[in-house]
């Protein structure tokens, strides 16, 4: 199967920044769109950033010009760099994948596949 595991999070003062990490791994063909989502406390997950396969990108209002996402496909990563952070952004921050993988020597499916999360932490 495939996985996805995200990493970087954690405690940062307000105006700080943080570089998360998204790995997918096990048997991939190709990775089309990639995004990273959140959820904080009391709140419906939200898309934050989302870069298809060719490099397009696309922000969530409240961090437009503050975050930057980013993949490399040779890896089979993306990247969300936050700079300016502040306190509202403070939520366990998702993975997604949109993966399609080998299921067989010839048979190919499609997983819409999440990570764990990891915790950002805004506050001073």
């Known amino acids: 199967q495939v996985h996805v595991v995200e990493s970087g999070g954690g405690l940062v003062q307000p105006g700080g920044s943080l570089r998360l990490s998204c790995a997918a791994s096990?048997?991939?063909?190709?990775?089309?769109?990639m995004g990273w989502y959140r959820q904080a406390p009391g709140k419906q997950r939200e898309l934050v950033a989302g870069?298809?396969?060719?490099?397009?990108?696309n922000y969530t209002n409240s961090v437009k010009g503050r975050f930057t996402i980013s993949r490399d496909n040779a890896k089979n990563m993306v990247y969300l760099q936050m700079n300016s952070l502040k306190p509202e952004d403070m939520a366990v921050y998702y993975c997604?994948?949109?993966?399609?993988?080998?299921?067989?020597?010839?048979?190919?499916?499609?997983?819409?596949?999440w990570g764990q999360g990891t915790l950002v932490t805004v506050s001073s």
């Open positions: 997604n994948a949109e993966i399609i993988y080998y299921t067989g020597s010839y048979y190919l499916d499609a997983l819409d596949a």
């Open positions: 096990g048997r991939i063909f190709s990775i089309n769109v």
């Open positions: 870069i298809t396969r060719n490099g397009s990108t």
